[in-house]
């Protein structure tokens, strides 16, 4: 069995993949610190809670775009898994060719959301992630990555919305019965979804113009992306699971049996 893990800035996700079937998904707190025993005991307990025992797993891969968490991630995972991990960073295959100015400066969670959109659904695909940031990134019929934007994402604007305004409460974020808010709450959600679909779509509009790809295919995933995917026919697909599924198709690449440390 393979382990994916993916670090982003507010979770790190975890998949174990049996062949190409998703056997279990969990997800752990980026934000609080800790050392490698408390990810390895994380680990094995989310594992063992999935009836999946630790003898199984053959390799692990890695994305993250949170460094400091690193040192402890990886140890966790050598001394309690006995693997060394792969890390996706540049140099590996991918799959995708990044044609911007600096591509060191793409994330490794774009890189992968690139590889498995163009993997999974061919090119060209635009590709949106609702995360920490909304993202947007273009990549054409070549597996060739065009260009990427970055937006707020939905909950770092709810969040600012709250912190930075005092009398604006914390707020659950969904779609409001109507865009004609009667009350506080509902107009920051009104405020919060409809203005994120009006971005979604203006954006993707805007991208398919000025890129002349011809017909491109949209594919969308984060954590709360369906509620923008649900609300606009801009958006082809969504799909939860495609980070995950773009590591496996990473890690394919790399052509390595395992990582077991002998």
Not at 19 to 30: L, N, P, V, Y
Not at 93 to 108: E, L, M, S, Y
């Amino acid at each position: 069995m393979l382990i994916t893990i993916d670090v982003g800035n507010t979770n790190i996700t975890v998949g174990v993949f049996d062949g190409d079937d998703i056997k279990a998904t969990f997800r752990i707190t980026t934000k609080m610190p800790r050392t490698s025993d408390e990810y390895g005991m994380l680990l094995l307990n989310l594992l063992e809670q999935n009836e999946i025992s630790s003898k199984e797993i053959d390799d692990v891969i890695i994305a993250s775009v949170v460094p400091k968490v690193m040192h402890s991630l990886e140890a966790a995972i050598i001394k309690y898994l006995h693997i060394s991990p792969i890390n996706i960073e540049p140099g590996i295959k991918t799959g995708i060719r990044i044609a911007i100015d600096n591509p060191k400066q793409v994330g490794a969670d774009r890189i992968v959301d690139a590889a498995a959109a163009y993997g999974l659904y061919g090119g060209p695909v635009l590709v949106l992630d609702f995360g920490t940031a909304t993202t947007y990134d273009l990549i054409d019929a070549n597996g060739t990555f065009v260009t990427g934007i970055t937006a707020p994402g939905i909950q770092t604007s709810a969040t600012a919305l709250w912190e930075e305004a005092a009398k604006l409460p914390e707020i659950e974020i969904k779609k409001p019965e109507s865009i004609l808010a009667k009350d506080t709450i509902s107009s920051m959600q009104a405020g919060l979804i409809y203005g994120q679909i009006g971005q979604t779509e203006y954006i993707i509009k805007e991208i398919k113009k000025e890129a002349k790809l011809g017909e491109i295919k949209v594919v969308a995933t984060g954590g709360l992306g369906r509620i923008i995917a649900n609300e606009t026919k801009a958006i082809d697909i969504f799909d939860s699971a495609l980070t995950l599924k773009g590591m496996l198709l990473i890690y394919k690449k790399q052509n390595r049996k395992t990582g077991k440390i002998s």
